[in-house]
């Protein structure tokens, strides 16, 4: 559960998948799921991720999300 303040982060990094939250307080970003495609979609495919765009991260706040900042970043290799 998301609180005040909290920040999460969905992570694509080849066919893995993972959820980050930062709780605030200067501890920092924790991972809290992963997982695979599991032979779905291979994203590594040349061209898999054509036509995919960047999503965002929403801040917990009571109830109401909104998107305070925007960030969105890639590894060409």
Do not use: C, K
């Amino acid at each position: 559960m998301l609180e005040p303040g909290d920040r999460w982060a969905f992570v694509l990094d080849g066919n893995s998948i993972s959820t980050w939250v930062d709780r605030g307080g200067g501890w920092g970003w924790s991972q809290i799921m992963t997982g695979t495609t599991q032979g779905r979609i291979d994203f590594t495919r040349p061209g898999a991720l054509d036509g995919w765009h960047y999503a965002v991260g929403l801040r917990g706040n009571a109830g109401r999300q909104a998107v305070g900042r925007l960030e969105g970043r890639s590894d060409p290799g």
